[in-house]
């Protein structure tokens, strides 16, 4: 109950993007759906498929949650990115600066002019 509740208040936050196509779309193709909804439809025979059967409601949850996972990681690398090339900007720059100015820590270096 209650992450049906946190889901119902999330609902209210989402964009309109998300709201109107909420998941990315499948990458199956339109047969490989048809064998897809057609397993999903058949009973259950086993004890552990019943019992998630019980929480279909919670589909649409899982959904988003892995779409928010997968966004994570994303942003994750991302940052690992952004990090590495600020990194390398700095690098660069105190590069150019010391060209500008001599010291003996400087004159140790090879000097980028």
């Given at each position: 109950?209650?992450?049906?509740?946190?889901?119902?208040?999330?609902?209210?936050?989402?964009?309109?993007?998300?709201?109107?196509?909420?998941?990315?779309?499948?990458?199956?193709?339109?047969?490989?759906?048809?064998d897809?909804?057609?397993?999903?439809?058949?009973p259950?025979?086993?004890?552990?498929?019943?019992?998630?059967?019980?929480?279909?409601?919670?589909?649409?949850?899982?959904?988003?949650?892995?779409?928010?996972?997968?966004?994570?990681?994303?942003?994750?690398?991302?940052?690992?990115?952004?990090?590495?090339?600020?990194?390398?900007l700095?690098?660069?720059?105190?590069?150019?600066?010391?060209?500008?100015?001599?010291?003996?820590?400087?004159?140790?270096?090879?000097?980028?002019?």
């Amino acid at each position: 109950e209650r992450i049906l509740r946190l889901a119902e208040m999330c609902r209210r936050l989402e964009t309109e993007e998300e709201k109107v196509l909420p998941f990315y779309p499948s990458s199956l193709a339109e047969d490989e759906q048809r064998d897809a909804r057609r397993v999903l439809e058949e009973p259950p025979t086993e004890p552990l498929a019943q019992a998630v059967r019980d929480y279909v409601g919670l589909e649409r949850f899982w959904q988003r949650f892995n779409k928010v996972k997968l966004e994570e990681q994303a942003l994750e690398r991302e940052v690992v990115t952004v990090r590495q090339r600020n990194r390398w900007l700095r690098e660069q720059l105190q590069q150019y600066l010391a060209g500008f100015c001599v010291t003996q820590e400087v004159l140790g270096e090879r000097n980028p002019l």
